[in-house]
């Protein structure tokens, strides 16, 4: 799941991309509405968490924009000023939820993993691919019922693989996913990734649709 932080303040930036990577998301971050809005019109998010107050361009103009341009994904809205007016604003912009600051990270971690839930119209944390089944929220992994112990990154491909419904995903879609805009993840880490889970759960979990990518099996 990739999940874009707006935020200028460097601290609070820094303290959203800690709190959401350590949940499982794959984060960029970006400090001003210009960037932000660029970010979210070329990247593909799962979810945003979008701070109002912002140099360059405000947070609501950039969420109109995006909007405006057809960029569906589920937004969070944090504002300084626990203003009635502009939780309206922000719900009117195209705002998925509204959290005040100060808030605790495990408030707004919770409101990230809900929203993306819903945008995904799902309503339990569990994702069920055939004999897989994956806790989103504790990030564990069972199959055929049984507990398989699995790293963050490979809760993060078969996370993302199960949320595709049958569509193959490429080796390079997944480095994005997994590693972000910046990260140093490339094809050969995802086949790396890749043969590390078959080696767990089995060759038949992860099929290779040649030219296409991987996709889970029982979608
Ligand atoms: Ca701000």
């Known amino acids: 799941m990739r999940c874009l932080v707006v935020e200028d303040e460097p601290e609070i930036r820094a303290d959203l991309a800690r709190a959401l990577e350590a949940a499982g998301f794959t984060v960029d971050a970006v400090g001003d509405g210009e960037s932000a809005w660029f970010q979210g019109d070329v990247e593909d998010y799962d979810v945003a968490v979008l701070d109002l107050g912002l140099p360059r361009l405000d947070g609501l103009s950039v969420l109109r924009r995006w909007r405006t341009a057809g960029r569906a994904f589920p937004v969070i809205v944090v504002s300084a000023r626990g203003d009635w007016t502009e939780k309206v604003e922000g719900i009117e912009a195209g705002a998925d939820d509204y959290l005040a600051k100060p808030f605790q990270m ?32 504790r990030m564990t992994a069972t199959f055929d019922g049984a507990p398989v112990r699995i790293s963050p990154l490979e809760f993060r491909l078969l996370d993302h693989l199960a949320h595709q419904a049958g569509r193959a995903v490429s080796a390079g879609e997944l480095a994005e996913h997994l590693y972000g805009v910046d990260g140093s993840g490339d094809a050969n880490a995802i086949e790396a990734i890749v043969a590390r889970l078959r080696r767990k759960f089995g060759n038949d979990l992860i099929r290779t649709r040649r030219g296409f990518g991987y996709l889970l099996e029982g979608e």
């Open 106 to 137: 495990g408030e707004l971690v919770a409101r990230v993993r809900g929203v993306v839930r819903r945008g995904a119209g799902r309503l339990s944390p569990t994702l069920v691919a055939g004999r897989l089944r994956l806790d989103t929220v």
